[in-house]
């Protein structure tokens, strides 16, 4: 069923009883997005926090000479929205697009909010949920500002393993910050060098 | 006195009882850290949430050419750890150093778990204040991927106009992605330009 996939996540972290669950399913929307969708679009003001339950969804911006940079892949399992348009109702610099026909929950701010409310526990889960993407997010910072793209894609391919062959690979490319053909050419070389297929 | 500082910061988000915050004296502690003394060394496991009361911290990793990376200040007011190391209890990347002699309170991970219970107001500010701090990262990110120096150079004078003038130039540059020899040619530009003094 497919709240399980949710529930499954939650109780890693915390406990949910049986009335909990039941609760949890009266907040969430589901949503189905087709590949090349989008959930937020740049100068929208972001409403919801969304949940992959499949696919993957990939956060990019398009810089001053209007070319894409991904930002972040959220692939299943993973929470993804713009934190700062959500609690400062700015409009957004970025936009959330499904890479291939997925399935999100979108749970509300205010949702989200009256939630701990009625259930305290959901308070840790999303504090921990939101602590371990402040993580992913320090580690990349790391990667971009200390290691090459080499490091990046060998990276990338131990952490999204699922993703590597089935993203198209300008994505990967603008992920780790190099142009698709300096990436074909990197690519190349490692497969010569027999570190990757 | 010394907790107002954090008080503030918390009751921009929460309320306190006057309990509450007898309470929370007795899960902090205090602690002075002279300049460019350690609260965190690479390879260490971190225990402790820093809240910097004064002065100002510099969270920076050394890359495999041994030269200093800085990946985010932390002025008064803030919060750092490395949430990674506390979660999963590994070492650290990292190292946390005072750029001047600063005051902070140490929140170890466990206190900061139980006090959730005895006060669940709290979790609420806990959750906002990494849920802010997931906003600086992405804002970092996207600075560092998609803008010039010279813009990221603004945009840091315009969040942290305090450290401009007070932090070793060589830290700025660092920050913003260039050698220093680059961000004192970009500076001298600027001024000539009327963009800074």
């Given at each position: 069923m497919?709240?399980?996939?949710?529930?499954?996540?939650?109780?890693?972290?915390?406990?949910?009883?049986?009335?909990?669950?039941?609760?949890?399913?009266?907040?969430?929307?589901?949503?189905?997005?087709?590949?090349?969708?989008?959930?937020?679009?740049?100068?929208?003001?972001?409403?919801?926090?969304?949940?992959?339950?499949?696919?993957?969804?990939?956060?990019?911006?398009?810089?001053?000479?209007?070319?894409?940079?991904?930002?972040?892949?959220?692939?299943?399992g993973?929470?993804?929205?713009?934190?700062?348009?959500?609690?400062?109702?700015?409009?957004?610099?970025?936009?959330?697009?499904?890479?291939?026909?997925?399935?999100?929950f979108?749970?509300?701010?205010s949702?989200?909010?009256?939630?701990?409310?009625?259930?305290?526990?959901?308070?840790?889960?999303?504090?921990?949920s939101?602590?371990?993407?402040?993580?992913?997010?320090?580690?990349?910072?790391?990667?971009?500002?200390?290691?090459?793209?080499?490091?990046?894609?060998?990276?990338?391919?131990?952490k999204?393993?699922?993703?590597?062959?089935?993203?198209?690979?300008?994505?990967?490319?603008?992920?780790?910050?190099?142009?698709?053909?300096?990436f074909?050419t990197?690519?190349?070389?490692?497969?010569?060098?027999?570190?990757?297929?």
């Amino acid at each position: 069923m497919i709240f399980e996939k949710i529930f499954e996540k939650m109780t890693d972290i915390i406990s949910l009883s049986k009335e909990d669950k039941e609760y949890i399913k009266t907040i969430v929307t589901f949503r189905k997005v087709d590949r090349k969708d989008f959930l937020l679009k740049q100068n929208e003001i972001e409403e919801y926090y969304y949940f992959v339950i499949s696919g993957c969804l990939r956060t990019y911006i398009i810089d001053s000479k209007g070319v894409e940079k991904v930002i972040q892949f959220s692939p299943q399992g993973w929470w993804i929205a713009d934190n700062e348009s959500l609690i400062f109702h700015t409009r957004t610099k970025f936009n959330i697009e499904a890479v291939f026909d997925s399935e999100v929950f979108m749970l509300s701010r205010s949702n989200m909010i009256n939630s701990v409310k009625r259930c305290p526990e959901l308070r840790s889960y999303y504090a921990e949920s939101v602590e371990r993407s402040l993580v992913f997010l320090r580690n990349r910072l790391n990667e971009i500002l200390n290691m090459t793209a080499k490091q990046r894609y060998l990276n990338f391919c131990e952490k999204f393993s699922n993703l590597v062959e089935a993203v198209p690979q300008k994505y990967i490319a603008s992920y780790i910050g190099v142009t698709p053909e300096f990436f074909s050419t990197m690519k190349k070389k490692l497969r010569e060098n027999g570190v990757k297929k």
